[in-house]
């Protein structure tokens, strides 16, 4: 079964730190995989996408990096800020299908 | 503003009533589609459109989903007769479809559904 597994659930940092939110996906045949940031009550927003023979991508503070052969991610997120609470949902696509599998999402929430 | 858009974004509706939720794709974006959203999950897939075309449904897609691109624009989704269980939010989403890729799916806001 294609599944999309993300943890932690639940993340509570300060502001100014540094967190890692991790991802692990069944998903066969795999084509690419997102990071993906959700504002409460509004769509997701696309942070990254990788392919098969990308081990890293960045977007500002945001670097997710993909190991392929564990069929894992990570998203690092450097110096938190407030507007950084969020849930991130990690998304994988399978090969020659449109529809997007999405894990349940880790919410992250920065306290000052 | 010219993203994807929802509308309405929120309804409320009685347990039995019909609903219908508009999408308005970013202009010139053959691909759209609908997920659906409960409180802490992440989004289901429902259907997608390439152009007019009604591609592919999900299993979740019961027969009181209906889902239509008439003019190969704005979508619409409807459900019939609807359910507690019907309560989530609908998300709806559209991309180039270029060939190759990968391509980037921009969603909208959401249509937030209670059933009561």
């Known amino acids: 079964k294609n599944q999309v597994e993300q943890s932690p659930q639940s993340l509570i940092i300060l502001e100014g730190k540094n967190c890692t939110l991790q991802?692990?996906?069944?998903?066969?045949?795999?084509?690419?995989l997102r990071w993906y940031k959700q504002d409460t009550g509004r769509g997701p927003v696309s942070l990254t996408i990788m392919t098969f023979s990308e081990n890293t991508k960045s977007n500002g503070r945001y670097t997710a990096t993909l190991d392929a052969d564990t069929k894992q991610s990570s998203l690092h997120i450097t110096a938190s800020q407030l507007s950084d609470s969020a849930s991130y949902i990690c998304?994988?696509?399978?090969?020659?299908?449109?529809?997007?599998?999405f894990g349940q999402g880790t919410r992250l929430t920065i306290n000052p | 503003d010219t993203g994807v858009s929802q509308n309405p974004r929120h309804k409320i509706t009685k347990r039995g009533q019909n609903v219908t939720f508009r999408c308005d794709p970013i202009?010139?974006?053959?691909?759209l589609y609908w997920y659906r959203q409960t409180l802490g999950q992440g989004p289901e897939f429902l259907t997608y459109f390439q152009n007019e075309a009604q591609l592919e449904k999900s299993r979740l897609l019961s027969d009181r989903f209906s889902a239509e691109r008439p003019k190969g624009s704005f979508s619409t989704l409807e459900i019939q007769r609807t359910e507690q269980g019907d309560s989530a939010m609908y998300l709806c989403?559209?991309?180039?479809?270029?060939?190759?890729?990968?391509?980037?799916?921009?969603f909208g806001p959401g249509t937030r559904l209670t059933v009561t």
């Open positions: 991802c692990n996906y069944t998903v066969s045949p795999f084509s690419n």
């Open positions: 998304v994988v696509t399978i090969q020659g299908a449109q529809k997007l599998v």
């Open positions: 989403a559209s991309s180039p479809g270029l060939a190759g890729g990968p391509y980037e799916q921009y």
């Open positions: 202009s010139e974006h053959n691909r």
